[in-house]
């Protein structure tokens, strides 16, 4: 097994709307796709597929900011999101995806990076901590119908 990370292009927005969804599962599809070409169009977005030959099998969606939670300077990089098909987690691939990801945001002249996750997504909160990365604050969000 030889993983090589590349760019998303437009050729790729059908694996990667199918990677996206493995993110966030429970998102609209309209919601999902409505950005899509505006992110490859912008310079402040990144989004890397991590392949097994030419086969996609891993996804990382990053982006500049100007705030990220619990972090000092602005701008910040951010982890939006990342996705590794089941059968090859465990293998450090969302490692190499974040290692890429951190080196283009380093290169965007940012000195910090933020990410997140759901409370209650055990698993992504390990990988984080994995990572390098540490909680800075837990949120709960609240709604009221008017």
């Not at 993983?3 to 437009?10: A, D, M, N, P, S």
């Amino acid at each position: 097994m030889e993983i090589t990370l590349r760019r998303v292009t437009q050729e790729d927005k059908a694996e990667w709307f199918r990677m996206r969804k493995g993110i966030w599962p429970d998102a609209p599809d309209e919601y999902m796709t409505f950005d899509m070409d505006d992110i490859l169009a912008d310079d402040d977005y990144m989004v890397i597929f991590a392949c097994d030959g030419d086969r996609p099998i891993g996804l990382t969606e990053a982006r500049i900011r100007d705030y990220g939670e619990g972090c000092e300077t602005s701008p910040v990089g951010y982890l939006e999101g990342w996705f590794v098909q089941e059968e090859y987690r465990g293998k450090r691939i969302a490692g190499m995806m974040t290692q890429a990801a951190e080196n283009w945001i380093r290169e965007k002249g940012c000195t910090e990076v933020a990410s997140d996750t759901w409370l209650d997504n055990e698993s992504s909160i390990r990988a984080h901590v994995n990572m390098g990365y540490y909680e800075v604050e837990r949120l709960v969000h609240f709604v009221k119908q008017l």
